[in-house]
């Protein structure tokens, strides 16, 4: 998508340098997942659409980690606090990457549900009103835990007020402080020296900027958000999960104004990375999660989980049936009860039915199997039939071996193909065979039978009476 917007004398600054010890957890809060996707990577993507000169982003608590999901995006400057003293003090850190511009946008990364329009709506009222700091604001049911707008008389800011400093009084403020600010440069780092960390938690609050600046005699202004949803901050998991489901009711109202139908849609998880093409009918309870690409046409569940699955058009997948890292081409049938595993690369018209497995192989056009069938390390043509209870007995228990399937094979159910073995075209393998050497084209093999007997007069052992 090409952004609309363009801030070529805006600097943006992000600030996750915090542990997160709400979370508990051994990984740094950014990077915990929302629907698939870092919290993190929400907010690089939301200020990257403004188009600003650049992205200073801070961290601190496992920042080596940080890094090494984000990359080295090409106007993004990594700053270090190693200690983390506060957000004013994690502002402070970014005085020597930023430089030459009008106004810092501060944004929290803890906030992936944050839009792009709203940030530039900050900024352009900002500019309007030629404010020194204005602070987007929003009004809460519910504002436990955030900054609260302390107003004068006269209805103006005064000062944020953290929960753990805030009088009774200004706890039941339901205007609070979105953590995120516009802020012109030639001021910022002036109120930033200026900071103590005389506070209930000792820390160098950002927020204290807004007193400090009406002292110089600046003006300090607000921009009330529409979406108060919007700016929630994720402290905890609980938060977390709250976030996940504004952000997946949002998703899913989306591909239904795309023309997708989705079924009792209160009980489908669609990842922010998947795709879906129109027409296709997405029934309960199904998870399509990662880099998930569904065709148009296509028929997915119910309760069916996509892991980075490509599906083409008119595919069907019915119920409980799982797939990750598998290809399935136009009109391929699956499950219900299937399981394709990574490499499993399903052409055309091929059907794939209950309590069948397929991994690392190649099933070509046409072909069937269609119960209880494990087929590994296989390559199999075109227009086959695979009986029940077929195994390609792939592993030896120390290597993985090939079996090389021809066009219009067809092997009796209970078949084992001992690998690495190969069936020519053509070839029919009767029922309950095992195959250790290649079959030849055409013909009928059968292999691992001994002749059927029959033993008049054998009975059954039977329970003692008690
Ligand atoms: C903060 C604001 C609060 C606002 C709320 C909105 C402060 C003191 N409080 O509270 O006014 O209503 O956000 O969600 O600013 N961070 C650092 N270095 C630090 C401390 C924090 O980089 O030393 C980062 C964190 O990683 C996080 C962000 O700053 O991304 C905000 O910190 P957090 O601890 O979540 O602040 P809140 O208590 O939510
Ligand atoms: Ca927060």
């Given amino acids: 998508m090409i952004s609309e917007f363009q801030h070529s004398d805006l600097q943006v600054c992000v600030l996750a340098a915090g542990k997160g010890k709400r979370m508990r957890s051994n990984k740094p809060k950014v990077l915990h997942k929302v629907l698939g996707r870092a919290m993190i990577d929400y907010v690089l993507h939301t200020v990257e659409s403004l188009r600003p000169k650049g992205i200073a982003v801070v961290t601190g608590h496992a920042s080596d980690m940080v890094q090494a999901h984000v990359g080295q995006p090409r106007n993004l400057e990594w700053v270090i606090q190693d200690k983390q003293l506060g957000t004013g003090h994690a502002v402070r850190q ?10 810092v946008l501060i944004v929290c990364g803890d906030t992936p549900l944050l839009r792009s329009e709203t940030l530039a709506k900050l900024v352009s009222e900002h500019r309007d009103r030629g404010a020194a700091v204005t602070v987007l604001t929003a009004e809460v049911d519910d504002p436990s835990g955030y900054g609260r707008m302390v107003r004068d008389a006269d209805k103006q800011v005064s000062g944020i007020a953290e929960e753990k400093d805030a009088t009774d009084a200004q706890r039941m403020i339901r205007e ?19 900071l103590g960390n005389c506070n209930a938690q000792g820390e160098y609050y950002l927020p204290d900027i807004v007193p400090l600046a009406l002292q110089d005699g600046r003006s300090v202004g607000t921009v009330r958000m529409q979406d108060a949803t919007e700016m929630m901050g994720v402290n905890d998991r609980a938060q977390l999960s709250m976030v996940e489901g504004i952000l997946q009711a949002n998703i899913i109202h989306d591909w239904q104004l795309r ?8 009980t489908v998880r669609i990842e922010a990375t998947v795709n879906i093409g129109l027409d296709t009918v997405i029934q309960a309870g199904c998870y399509l999660m990662g880099s998930t690409h569904i065709g148009d046409e296509c028929r997915v569940g119910p309760y069916a989980v996509l892991v980075d699955a490509w599906l083409d058009d008119r595919v069907e997948i019915f119920a409980f049936s799982h797939i990750h890292d598998a290809n399935v081409a136009m009109r391929a049938k699956i499950g219900p009860f299937a399981r394709l595993r990574p490499g499993a ?10 309590f069948v497995e397929i991994k690392n192989s190649i099933v070509n056009r046409g072909s069937k199997v269609n119960h209880l069938s494990y087929i590994g390390d296989t390559e199999m043509g075109a227009d086959c039939n695979i009986g029940a209870g077929t195994i ?4 030896d228990g120390a290597n ?9 094979v067809f092997i009796g159910s209970d078949t084992k193909l001992v690998a690495p073995v190969e069936i020519k075209s053509d070839a029919t393998v009767g029922a309950g065979s095992i195959i250790t050497k290649k079959v030849e084209a055409g013909g009928l093999t059968l292999s691992g039978r001994t002749d059927q007997h029959h033993i008049p007069h054998w009975q059954r052992p039977r329970k003692k009476p008690c």
């Fill in 94 to 103: 970014c005085e020597e990457v930023i430089s030459d511009v009008r106004d």
């Fill in 176 to 194: 609070v402080s979105s953590g995120i600010y516009c802020v012109r440069y030639n001021v910022l780092f002036d109120l930033l020296h200026k």
């Fill in 259 to 266: 023309g997708v139908t989705i079924e009792k849609p209160e």
């Fill in 345 to 354: 690369q399903l052409d055309e018209d091929v059907h794939v039915g209950n």
């Fill in 392 to 395: 390609t007995c792939n592993y």
């Fill in 400 to 408: 993985k071996h090939k079996t090389k399937i021809g066009d219009r």
